[in-house]
Each structure stands twice: as structure tokens, then as C-alpha cells.
T-cell receptor, first 114, second 118 residues
């Protein structure tokens, strides 16, 4: 069935260090992989995404890499700041024309220590 | 720019009561998703609609039903509420037709409805 595994569940880093969160997915047909940041009690907000025809994408301090063969993708945050502290979810889009759903990973609680 | 609107933001119900959650997707978006997020949990997919037709179902209890109306707004109806139904319920919308046409698109989430069953 559709499944997305995410590791680690919690991550503490010193301000200025890098953070890496990894996800694996089960369905090789998935072709879109977004990452969401969620602060307590608020909605998930997209921070970066990647399509299956791309191996890496970068946006300032955030980057995502995708290995389709191994079915895993990773989020990299460099020069972390206290405001990066939040829960991060990876997701994979399942389905074909007209029948879509996003399956989320279990989340990573990132704490950036000042 | 218009975002996904959910109402109400907060809802308190007693066990065995009924609740109706509403979602107004971003105009022109063709796909609506409903998610349930318990405390400390990841969002769990409940159901989705594409062009007002139910397109996929996830772990949605039989006590729950949803529909999308002609104006594209969607409602999640929850009956015989249980304590375990207490959660944040998110609606999201996207324009999947753009993805099928190789254009960039993303799913936007509403602010959620916090349902508390007492």
C-alpha cells in the first residue's frame, strides 16, 4: 500500500548547523514530493517541492534531493536559525488523472538551539 | 490572493452529536482533499474530490461522509461523534489539471477546524 517513512522523528541542532531529514516512499509511480513546515496548531505550509524528473532543487538555505531508483528523498536545511524550529512533513503524491492524494510521512520535530 | 477557507475554526461537540465542517477551495482549483490530524500525528488522508466527484478514500470512518457542491465548496459530515474524533481537520485544494499539463502546482491547506468532542 501507499506508505511514506520519515526519519528522524526528532532532531536537535545548534543554530548555524545543518539539518537533514530523510523520507522513503513505497510506490515508484509517485512523481511529486513536497515538504511542509507546520508550526503548532497551524496549517502545513509548503517550503519546497521536487518532481521526479529532477534530482535536486535548492531555494536559499533549503534543498531537496531525490533518488528515484532508491525511492528516497531528503530535505537539507543549512545555516539553521531558531525560527526553523517546527515540525516538518514530507509527502508523496499518489494517483493518476483525477484520483490524487498526498500521503504524509510521520513528521520530524526540528529544534534549533540558540 | 484568496486562500483555502475553512469554517468553523473551532468546534466543540458532545459525544454522539453531529458536526459539519466546511471548506471553500481556492477559485479554479479542481481538487479538494480532507485530512485529519491528531495531536502529535501526521495528517491522515480521509477523502478527495476531483471536479466535484469523489476520487479517492482513505481511512475515513463510515460515520463520516463528504461531498463537493456545484460551487466547489466541500463539506465533511461527521455523525455519532466519539472522543477519538477530536483532532484538527484540514482541507486542501490544488489544480491537478496543471500538473497533468506539466505545469508547477501545489496543494494549499486551509487553516483547519479544531474539533473537540467532550
Amino acid at each position: 500500500g501507499e506508505n511514506v517513512e520519515q526519519h528522524p522523528s526528532t532532531l536537535s541542532v545548534q543554530e548555524g548547523d545543518s539539518a537533514v531529514i530523510k523520507c522513503t516512499y513505497s510506490d515508484s509511480a509517485s512523481n511529486y514530493f513536497p515538504w511542509y513546515k507546520q508550526e503548532l496548531g497551524k496549517r502545513p505550509q509548503l517550503i519546497i517541492d521536487i518532481r521526479s524528473n529532477v534530482g535536486e532543487k535548492k531555494d536559499q538555505r533549503i534543498a531537496v534531493t531525490l533518488n528515484k531508483t532508491a525511492k528516497h528523498f531528503s530535505l537539507h536545511i543549512t545555516e539553521t536559525q531558531p525560527e526553523d524550529s517546527a515540525v516538518y512533513f514530507c509527502a508523496a503524491l499518489w494517483g493518476t488523472s483525477g484520483t490524487y492524494k498526498y500521503i504524509f510521512g510521520t513528521g520530524t520535530r526540528l529544534k534549533v538551539l540558540a | 490572493a484568496a486562500g483555502v477557507i475553512q469554517s468553523p475554526r473551532h468546534l466543540i461537540k458532545e459525544k454522539r452529536e453531529t458536526a459539519t465542517l466546511k471548506c471553500y477551495p481556492i477559485p479554479r482549483h479542481d481538487t479538494v482533499y480532507w485530512y485529519q490530524q491528531g495531536p502529535g500525528q501526521d495528517p491522515q488522508f480521509l477523502i478527495s474530490f476531483y471536479e466535484k466527484m469523489q476520487s479517492d478514500k482513505g481511512s475515513i470512518p463510515d460515520r463520516f461522509s463528504a461531498q463537493q457542491f456545484s460551487d466547489y465548496h466541500s463539506e465533511l459530515n461527521m455523525s455519532s461523534l466519539e472522543l477519538g474524533d477530536s483532532a484538527l481537520y484540514f482541507c486542501a485544494s490544488s489544480l491537478e489539471r496543471d500538473r497533468e499539463n506539466e505545469k508547477n502546482t501545489e496543494a494549499f491547506f486551509g487553516q483547519g477546524t479544531r474539533l473537540t468532542v467532550v
